[in-house]
C-alpha cells in the first residue's frame, strides 16, 4: 500500500459547482497534511494546510482531516475553470518535518 | 528575493555527462528541501538541509547524487554520470524554520532531459 493515496481522475465538474478531493494515508502517525494546486508545468503551489480534526476554511476552499479514518479532503467551493489543475495531496509522518511525502495527484476540470 | 528560484529552468545533456542545477531559496528561510518528480507523479524526496548542515539525504537514489549548501543559502545539486533514468523535473522548496508545521514553497524546477 503507497503511503499516500489519491484517486488520478480526471474529476470533471461544472463551473459553480462543488469539487471534493480525497486522500487516504497508511502512517497514523502523519503530524501535517498539506493539499498543493499544480498547473501543467509549473512547480506546486500551497493551497491549504491542517493539522487537526476536523474543518478548516480559506475563501473558496476547505480542508477536512480525520484522522482515526485517516483521510483528509479537499472542498472546492463554486468551482472556476481557471481551478484546473493537479491537486497533490502531501504529509510529514514526523514531528522532524523533513521529507513531504506526496500521493500521485487528482486532475480535476472545471468545465464552463 | 520574493520566491524560490532555480536555474536553469531546462536542462538537456547527453548520457554520462555531469549536470549542476541550483536552488537560491526564500531569503531567511533555514530550511531547503529537492525533490525529484516524474511525469505523472507526485514530487520524491531527495534530501534536506537545514542551514549548512544536510541532515537527511536518505531519498538521493545513486551516490552519483550530490547536494550541497555551503553557506547556508543557495544549494546545488549536482548528478554526475548522467543516466537515461535521470530525466524528470528536480524541484527545490524552501520553509521557513525547521518542524512539520513547516509549509515548504517551491521553485519551478528544472526539466532535466539526458539524451
Known amino acids: 500500500q503507497k503511503e499516500v493515496e489519491q484517486n488520478s481522475g480526471p474529476l470533471s465538474v461544472p463551473e459553480g459547482a462543488i469539487a471534493s478531493l480525497n486522500c487516504t494515508y497508511s502512517?497514523?502517525?502523519?503530524?501535517?497534511f498539506f493539499w498543493y494546486r499544480q498547473y501543467s508545468g509549473k512547480s506546486p503551489e500551497l493551497i491549504m494546510f491542517i493539522y487537526s480534526n476536523g474543518d478548516k476554511e480559506d475563501g473558496r476552499f476547505t480542508a477536512q482531516l480525520n484522522k482515526a479514518s485517516q483521510y483528509v479532503s479537499l472542498l472546492i467551493r463554486d468551482s472556476q475553470p481557471s481551478d484546473s489543475a493537479t491537486y497533490l495531496c502531501?504529509?510529514?509522518?514526523?514531528?522532524?518535518?523533513?521529507?513531504?511525502?506526496f500521493g500521485k495527484g487528482t486532475t480535476l476540470s472545471v468545465s464552463s | 528575493g520574493a520566491g524560490v528560484s532555480q536555474s536553469p529552468r531546462y536542462k538537456v545533456a547527453k548520457r554520462g555527462q555531469d549536470v549542476a542545477l541550483r536552488c537560491d531559496p526564500i531569503?531567511?528561510?533555514?530550511?531547503l528541501f529537492w525533490y525529484q518528480q516524474a511525469l505523472g507523479q507526485g514530487p520524491e524526496f531527495l534530501t534536506y538541509?537545514?542551514?549548512?548542515?544536510?541532515?537527511?539525504k536518505s531519498g538521493l537514489p545513486s551516490d552519483r547524487f550530490f547536494a550541497e549548501r555551503p553557506e547556508g543559502s543557495v544549494s546545488t545539486l549536482k548528478i554526475q554520470r548522467t543516466q537515461q533514468e535521470d530525466s524528470a523535473v528536480y524541484l527545490c522548496a524552501s520553509s521557513l524554520a525547521a518542524g512539520s508545521m513547516q509549509p515548504q514553497h517551491f521553485g519551478d524546477g528544472t526539466r532535466l532531459s539526458i539524451l
Open positions: 502512517d497514523r502517525g502523519s503530524q501535517s
Open positions: 502531501a504529509l510529514n509522518q514526523n514531528q522532524a518535518g523533513t521529507a513531504l511525502i
Open positions: 538541509f537545514q542551514n549548512e548542515a544536510q541532515l537527511d
Open positions: 531569503s531567511g528561510h533555514v530550511s
